[in-house]
């Protein structure tokens, strides 16, 4: 049974879509990652690895975002250096601090995650056209703005 075919007899909520088609994009990714030899990562990693690729944001945003204890993104980030993931080094400009950085089998991974995420789009877009895409980025930003308002409200 397709949630599609359901979708006018039964209004699905959106929370419940939501978690089904980061489904999608999880279960693409990790099969091809299965494929190409990275069947070793960590949950959480996913978020990691393709969030360095992007190389917007430092790892201590990225971990807040993951919203876990420092102690399950410690042994996260230990998890990914052990397995080649990733590398940690002293900053030079300031030795208190840790960089993280991709290796090359952490740029491999992610190199594969970016490829399964764009075939999906593809599919996406072939299916619903690019105007609906937009729209529903549209509607996506929007929720996150609200979660973001709401956070700020509850400090």
Do not use: F, W
Request: proline share 4%; no cysteine.
């Amino acid at each position: 049974m397709s949630l599609m075919t359901d979708q006018a007899s039964l209004p699905i909520p959106l929370p419940a879509l939501l978690r089904h088609a980061r489904h999608t994009y999880g279960a693409a990714m990790r099969a091809a990652l299965v494929a190409s030899g990275h069947d070793d990562i960590p949950g959480n990693g996913l978020y990691v690895i393709g969030a360095l690729a992007l190389g917007e944001a430092p790892l201590a945003q990225i971990i807040r975002e993951l919203r876990v204890s420092k102690q399950a993104a410690g042994q996260l980030v230990d998890a990914l250096v052990l397995r080649g993931y990733l590398d940690r080094q002293v900053d030079p400009a300031d030795r208190r601090r840790l960089t993280v950085t991709l290796t090359e089998r952490g740029r491999a991974a992610a190199d594969t995650q970016i490829a399964a995420r764009m075939a999906i789009d593809a599919e996406l877009a072939a299916r619903m056209g690019a105007e609906k895409i937009r729209h529903a980025r549209d509607v996506l930003t929007a929720l996150i703005d609200i979660g973001h308002g709401a956070e700020g409200d509850s400090d």
